[in-house]
């Protein structure tokens, strides 16, 4: 496949001056109808998402949203939830989560864009795209991931490109894996299906047989600062800085999928924690979801992954899912018993920024996100 | 020109070509056709034009009608 390269783009002003253009708008019209929603728009953007988002989502409620951003509360949420106004009426959101990011001794402020939203009848009006640009001239740096066809085609053409996060699974019960995956074989290997499982729950006592100085898990009510840094935080990683606030709001406080955590511990020190989350896949089996991880080793990563398998088969699980971006994460998911997904381009995610040196800096580090950093809170 | 908006390759276009068979001719690919007749040759492609283009040829047709694209004799 030949490489690819960005396409030089219009400027903000010109891109800026078509969309308006498109949407009847003057070019300064267009940048001050973009405004944070504030708590009386609360109201307007359920009803927004609520109309326009292709997948209904029966948890999106007013205590997520106001969860999820500020809505004119400093103090609340995570980032801001814009909303573009044309003559009184929303057009788009813009959800921008604040990013802190530490790479080789320095550190970067930026934000996560998600939850964009355009008007269905303006897809063709270039919206999205200028959205997104807006985000790259107003802020350190960018990361995007894409959800449909529209917002990969951007992430792919405007921002330098990561690697995708792809999703691996480590089947428990193979019923509903096998129905899935190959579904003509379904009914017929049922009768296989507990020799087969019990041959599985073997395979993973043995791969995970605890080795010495292994570092043991807690459960954890509440994370503490200063968190541990990941063991290879020092190097070539670019490291997402959470703080303990941050980790107790986003995982344990989600009112969408709240999460269980644990603290990986050696000798009485913390080394790293993981938390899970259980959902429930499209035949309602439910499914162990590692949401966020962080490790001082790749064997303590394997041991936080072995755990969350443990876990899944006392409570019945189907399989555990994670979404790994870092090859050097994936190698340690195939050791534990994860397969990686078959035929799946996985979320394809890319970094940008004004500032074509950090761009370049940015999009050659190693990236290690969980879903920490993702929009997808459903499964 | 097209081949650069829509982040492909000349050879990949014909104009029978359908608009679904290039990955590129998304809502960013269109916004580019429109900026390139805007700063290149001052035309103006509007939303709803770009909307109902459904193969490369109605993109050539359109270059027609603003005599940006000449019939050989």
């Given at each position: 496949m030949p490489a690819r390269t960005l396409p030089a783009l219009p400027d903000l002003a010109v891109l800026g001056r078509l969309v308006a253009r498109n949407l009847g708008m003057t070019p300064d019209e267009l940048p001050q109808g973009l405004r944070p929603?504030?708590?009386?728009?609360?109201?307007?953007?359920?009803?927004?998402?609520?109309?326009?988002?292709?997948?209904?989502?029966?948890?999106d409620d007013p205590s997520y949203l106001r969860w999820r951003y500020r809505f004119g509360d400093p103090d609340a949420g995570f980032g801001e939830m814009m909303v573009l106004w044309r003559q009184g009426e929303p057009v788009a959101l813009l959800g921008l989560e604040t990013l802190r990011c530490r790479h080789a001794g320095s550190e970067f402020g930026g934000v996560r864009g998600m939850d964009l939203l355009?008007?269905?009848?303006?897809?063709?009006?270039?919206?999205?795209?200028?959205?997104n640009r807006w985000m790259i001239e107003h802020h350190g740096f960018v990361l995007a991931m894409g959800a449909n066809a529209n917002s990969i085609g951007i992430v792919r053409r405007l921002f330098r490109p990561l690697p995708a996060r792809l999703t691996f699974t480590h089947p428990i019960d193979l019923r509903p894996f096998v129905a899935r995956r190959w579904p003509r074989w379904g009914a017929a290997s049922a009768p296989l299906m507990p020799v087969v499982n019990i041959a599985l729950q073997w395979r993973h006592a043995m791969l995970a047989l605890p080795a010495a100085g292994a570092a043991e898990l807690v459960p954890l009510t509440r994370f503490a600062d200063p968190l541990p840094a990941p063991g290879d935080a020092g190097g070539d990683r670019v490291v997402v800085q959470n703080t303990a606030d941050h980790l107790n709001r986003r995982l344990l406080d989600?009112?969408?999928?709240?999460?269980?955590?644990?603290?990986l511990r050696r000798a009485g020190r913390a080394v790293g924690h993981v938390a899970w989350a259980e959902g429930a896949d499209a035949g309602g089996h439910p499914e162990l979801?590692?949401?966020?991880?962080s490790a001082a080793s790749p064997q303590d990563l394997g041991v936080a992954f072995d755990a969350a398998v443990r876990e899944a088969r006392t409570r019945r699980c189907s399989c555990v899912r994670v979404v790994l971006q870092d090859a050097a994460e994936r190698e340690v998911a195939l050791r534990s018993g994860f397969l990686a997904s078959a035929d799946e381009e996985g979320r394809i995610a890319g970094v940008q920024s004004r500032d074509d040196v950090l761009a370049v800096r940015l999009a050659s580090a190693r990236w290690a996100l969980t879903d920490v950093t993702d929009d997808a809170d459903g499964f | 020109m097209l081949a650069e908006c829509f982040g492909t390759t000349a050879d990949a276009l014909s104009p029978d070509t359908a608009r679904d068979a290039v990955p590129g001719w998304d809502?960013?690919?269109?916004l580019m056709l429109m900026a390139e007749l805007d700063e290149r040759f001052g035309i103006e492609l509007s939303a709803e034009n770009s909307r109902s283009m459904r193969r490369v040829s109605d993109v050539l047709a359109f270059l027609r009608t603003h005599q940006l694209l000449l019939d050989a004799a």
């Amino acid at each position: 496949m030949p490489a690819r390269t960005l396409p030089a783009l219009p400027d903000l002003a010109v891109l800026g001056r078509l969309v308006a253009r498109n949407l009847g708008m003057t070019p300064d019209e267009l940048p001050q109808g973009l405004r944070p929603a504030s708590a009386a728009d609360l109201s307007v953007v359920l009803a927004f998402r609520r109309d326009h988002l292709h997948v209904p989502m029966r948890w999106d409620d007013p205590s997520y949203l106001r969860w999820r951003y500020r809505f004119g509360d400093p103090d609340a949420g995570f980032g801001e939830m814009m909303v573009l106004w044309r003559q009184g009426e929303p057009v788009a959101l813009l959800g921008l989560e604040t990013l802190r990011c530490r790479h080789a001794g320095s550190e970067f402020g930026g934000v996560r864009g998600m939850d964009l939203l355009v008007r269905p009848d303006l897809h063709e009006s270039g919206l999205g795209t200028w959205l997104n640009r807006w985000m790259i001239e107003h802020h350190g740096f960018v990361l995007a991931m894409g959800a449909n066809a529209n917002s990969i085609g951007i992430v792919r053409r405007l921002f330098r490109p990561l690697p995708a996060r792809l999703t691996f699974t480590h089947p428990i019960d193979l019923r509903p894996f096998v129905a899935r995956r190959w579904p003509r074989w379904g009914a017929a290997s049922a009768p296989l299906m507990p020799v087969v499982n019990i041959a599985l729950q073997w395979r993973h006592a043995m791969l995970a047989l605890p080795a010495a100085g292994a570092a043991e898990l807690v459960p954890l009510t509440r994370f503490a600062d200063p968190l541990p840094a990941p063991g290879d935080a020092g190097g070539d990683r670019v490291v997402v800085q959470n703080t303990a606030d941050h980790l107790n709001r986003r995982l344990l406080d989600n009112p969408r999928r709240p999460c269980r955590a644990l603290a990986l511990r050696r000798a009485g020190r913390a080394v790293g924690h993981v938390a899970w989350a259980e959902g429930a896949d499209a035949g309602g089996h439910p499914e162990l979801h590692i949401v966020d991880w962080s490790a001082a080793s790749p064997q303590d990563l394997g041991v936080a992954f072995d755990a969350a398998v443990r876990e899944a088969r006392t409570r019945r699980c189907s399989c555990v899912r994670v979404v790994l971006q870092d090859a050097a994460e994936r190698e340690v998911a195939l050791r534990s018993g994860f397969l990686a997904s078959a035929d799946e381009e996985g979320r394809i995610a890319g970094v940008q920024s004004r500032d074509d040196v950090l761009a370049v800096r940015l999009a050659s580090a190693r990236w290690a996100l969980t879903d920490v950093t993702d929009d997808a809170d459903g499964f | 020109m097209l081949a650069e908006c829509f982040g492909t390759t000349a050879d990949a276009l014909s104009p029978d070509t359908a608009r679904d068979a290039v990955p590129g001719w998304d809502s960013m690919g269109a916004l580019m056709l429109m900026a390139e007749l805007d700063e290149r040759f001052g035309i103006e492609l509007s939303a709803e034009n770009s909307r109902s283009m459904r193969r490369v040829s109605d993109v050539l047709a359109f270059l027609r009608t603003h005599q940006l694209l000449l019939d050989a004799a």
